[in-house]
């Protein structure tokens, strides 16, 4: 082993010697002694859409009877878009019901995940999910994930042209090693060898993972400074004229390591539609061949960016082009949450959004969403949206159809947005306990609980109608962009989390580090001040975060976050 090859990830090994992501795969999925996969396989399972998890809840407990982990697997199926079918919805319902937990998991990407699927039904599971014609590879993993897409535009039109080439840039990046096929969709026995080749990403893939975003302004519901790629759309009289072009955002960070970061993306251009797929795919191999093998901590595109230089980045990136980028255009964005209730788009469709509390569609008590949407999907001539933000829309619905989705709507508790304070309707958690391995606190099994007494502040001052943004996370990965939220919560520890507060309510400026590793009781004292002021102080339509930035109010934070605001 040389030198250069020895400072690599073991990451980097175990995806060089795994064959195109074949790994061993099928052995662990043979191994009947354990409910887990070989370690290595921990790793490739991730290119194929899925991770392994445990129930954390019973981790102790199993370790005191000398059991091992209660392991089961999160499937995440991709959406380009975040457009499902009918026929799609309750082809998820039914693996939901029949292999999952029972619930269906709304991500903050658009897509779906399913948790608490055994070891002997992932194959089932996957194949299922294929024969809705979606599939799950590149749901995880070093390659670029889901494209996200606005759901809903003004425009009718913009959102179908936008929506295209997002698709068409994702059959493109999408990996095209045939261990998918081989291992979940045939018997699992090549009858001839294959010689795989990527002609992308090459047989190691990317350093780390890679996401991508299409936004329509006025409405920034994808976080577009969020990504490592997105692509602003510019339009003229609700015709699209291209897109401007921004790289170099990422969420993740370490706590206690000031190498890692949360990044807003730089504007950088701008292109026309027809050359979207090619800036893709020279972001894409730019990040391939420059990016940092060596400390998976520090591999995202916004540290090459930052280690080489954005002048360096755009004109390596233009040296890629045939046709060189354009100036950027003028836009800008108003708010970042979803709309709820029924619009009208031009084309004489309705479309009616939901309110799914932090993404997990269950039925609970009044609220029977997972049998409610099973109901509509059973009847719906149009199709579902999910949202950035969670949520879910009931897209190209007929006036003649609205009453009975508005019946079922109802009858299945569906209609919980219309009671829902504007603070609950701009919430977002990830998943956290009992099932993901990186958590170190609660959240979305706490978020709901914590907003209710943020509510009552809020009443208490008089801004119960106002909307601010809430974002918790039971890690410092930023899964659910917290760092872009007005009021950020990222776990520290069990019941302690890193408030963050002062975020752009349009999602052009980060938050700043507030108070650390602090318990609900000082995250309530420390907003009751700051709401008491804001109400007292704010100018005329003035957000949360701008006030507080505004009037100085985050003098005393702990922390500032790198790059805190889009140009």
């Not at 090859?5 to 073991?10: D, K, N, T, V, Y």
């Amino acid at each position: 082993m040389s030198e250069a090859e020895a400072q690599l990830s073991p990451v980097e090994h175990i995806k060089a010697r795994s064959n195109f992501l074949r790994g061993s795969i099928l052995q662990s999925l043979a191994d009947g002694a354990t409910g887990a996969l070989a370690e290595d396989d921990t790793q490739l399972s991730k290119f194929h859409g899925f991770y392994q998890q445990d129930d954390r809840d019973q981790r102790n407990l199993r370790r005191k009877a000398l059991l091992e982990p209660d392991y089961s697997f999160m499937i995440r199926a991709r959406l380009p878009g975040g457009i499902c079918t009918p026929k799609q919805w309750l082809a998820l319902d039914a693996i939901a019901r029949k292999w999952a937990n029972g619930t269906l998991r709304l991500t903050t990407r658009q897509a779906f995940q399913f948790h608490g699927i055994l070891k002997r039904n992932l194959k089932p599971s996957i194949r299922a999910i294929n024969d809705s014609l979606l599939d799950t590879i590149a749901a995880c993993g070093d390659v670029n994930r889901n494209v996200m897409s606005s759901p809903l535009p003004e425009s009718s039109v913009v959102h179908r042209q936008v929506c295209d080439i997002a698709r068409q840039v994702s059959r493109h990046l999408t990996p095209q090693t045939t261990a998918y096929h081989e291992i979940w969709l045939s018997d699992g026995k090549s009858r001839e060898k294959v010689v795989d080749t990527e002609p992308v990403y090459g047989p190691t893939y990317l350093p780390r993972k890679f996401k991508m975003s299409f936004a329509i302004p006025p409405r920034n519901d994808v976080d577009a400074f969020a990504h490592d790629l997105s692509f602003v759309a510019i339009t003229r009289h609700d015709q699209l004229e291209g897109f401007n072009v921004l790289v170099g955002g990422g969420m993740g960070a370490t706590h206690g390591d000031a190498a890692t970061y949360p990044r807003l993306a730089d504007v950088i251009g701008f292109c026309t539609p027809d050359q979207v797929v090619a800036v893709s795919e020279a972001v894409v191999v730019l990040q391939r061949d420059n990016g940092d093998r060596t400390e998976r901590k520090h591999a995202r595109l916004k540290y090459t960016i930052d280690s080489k230089g954005l002048d360096w980045f755009r004109s390596a990136l233009e040296a890629k082009l045939e046709v060189p980028l354009q100036s950027a255009r003028p836009f800008e964005f108003h708010v970042t949450g979803d709309r709820y209730g029924w619009q009208k788009t031009p084309d004489g469709l309705w479309h009616l959004g939901l309110f799914i509390e932090n993404g997990r569609i269950q039925d609970h008590g009044a609220q029977r969403q997972l049998s409610g949407l099973r109901a509509i999907a059973r009847i719906l001539q149009g199709e579902f949206r999910l949202t950035p933000n969670q949520n879910v829309m009931i897209s190209g619905v007929r006036e003649a159809d609205r009453a009975v989705i508005n019946q079922l709507v109802g009858e299945y508790g569906l209609d919980n947005f219309e009671a829902a304070s504007p603070l609950r309707l701009h919430s977002l958690a990830c998943v956290g306990f009992p099932t993901c391995g990186l958590a170190m606190a609660e959240s979305e099994r706490y978020l709901p609980d914590l907003v209710g007494e943020i509510e009552t502040l809020m009443a208490s001052h008089g801004l119960a109608a106002q909307a601010v943004t809430i974002r918790m996370t039971g890690c410092p990965n930023g899964c659910a962009r917290p760092y872009l939220a007005e009021i950020g919560l990222v776990g520290k520890g069990p019941g302690l989390y890193n408030l963050h507060l002062g975020a752009a309510h349009n999602g052009t400026r980060l938050s700043r580090l507030f108070r650390e590793s602090v318990g609900e009781a000082e995250i309530l004292s420390v907003l009751d001040t700051q709401f008491a002021a804001w109400s007292a102080e704010r100018l005329e339509d003035e957000a949360f975060g701008d006030y507080l930035l505004r009037s100085g109010r985050l003098a005393d934070s702990q922390g500032a976050q790198t790059s805190g605001e889009a140009a």
